[in-house]
């Protein structure tokens, strides 16, 4: 990271920006984020909801397997989902993070 770094040095994630808004307008909206700091990635983020970041990967032509899975947090109940892809010169990363379901207990029977 420089400590120099104009808006023009963030044109790359801008534009890809620009044409996603063009391209897939009608795609559930996401948390955007950009930063001086890795100043050619543009981060599209669904917070609890993993239907909006299916729809994104799908229209981004991410292939299922290239989706990267964990859970976090103290309980393990929160999974985060990653994927990236290269658009319009941008190094563009998807995530989502939703609910674990937790797996059904069967009470025994006594």
Do not use: K
């Amino acid at each position: 990271m420089s400590e120099n770094l104009t808006l023009d040095d963030l044109a790359a994630p801008l534009r890809a920006l620009r044409l996603l808004a063009t391209d897939f307008g009608h795609l559930p909206a996401p948390t955007v984020r950009m930063s001086p700091i890795f100043p050619n990635q543009l981060e599209l983020a669904f917070h609890d909801d993993l239907s909006g970041f299916e729809a994104w990967r799908e229209a981004l032509a991410i292939a299922p397997d290239a989706v990267r899975y964990h859970t976090q947090g103290e309980d393990g109940l929160t999974c985060a989902l990653h994927a990236g892809t290269e658009y319009a010169g941008a190094a563009l990363e998807l995530v989502g993070y939703g609910d674990v379901l937790a797996p059904a207990t069967v009470a025994a029977a006594g």
